[in-house]
């Protein structure tokens, strides 16, 4: 069992920067930050593997960034330049192995927090 616990969200001006951090018990080889807004589907943002190997979606790569503090066990994501597409709630997720799926693919994890929510105005 994974459980975790994202903190960090909160209302920015587009621009602006937030740090989200997801504080788990367990381990997890692969994990990401999800992000759904209001009416769309989850969206698999940025994703870490066990050898801290990283992917992102196009519309954040060079802007946010993720990273994994395994001492602390917590996960980080640094969002930089926000804009207001950015908004929703963040959610983390992992698992221990990833199938015939790929990273940003959400049936791949079967281990989720309950998001922090993120509100950036233009």
């Known amino acids: 069992q994974i459980y975790m616990t994202e903190s960090g969200g909160g209302s920015v001006p587009a621009g602006g920067s937030l740090t989200l951090m997801c504080s788990y018990r367990?381990?997890?080889?692969?994990m990401a930050w999800f992000r759904q807004a209001p009416g769309q589907a989850r969206e698999g943002i940025a994703g870490?593997?066990?050898?801290?190997?990283?992917a992102y979606a196009g519309s954040v790569k060079g802007r946010f960034f993720i990273s994994r503090d395994a001492t602390k066990r917590i996960l980080y994501l640094r969002m930089n330049a926000l804009k207001s597409e950015d908004s929703g709630d963040y959610v983390c997720?992992?698992?221990?192995?990833?199938?015939?799926?790929?990273?940003?693919?959400?049936?791949?994890?079967?281990?989720w927090g309950h998001g922090t929510r993120v509100t950036v105005s233009s």
């Open positions: 997720a992992a698992d221990n192995g990833l199938g015939a799926g790929n990273w940003y693919d959400s049936f791949e994890y079967n281990y």
């Open positions: 367990g381990h997890g080889a692969f």
């Open positions: 870490i593997n066990g050898a801290g190997a990283t």
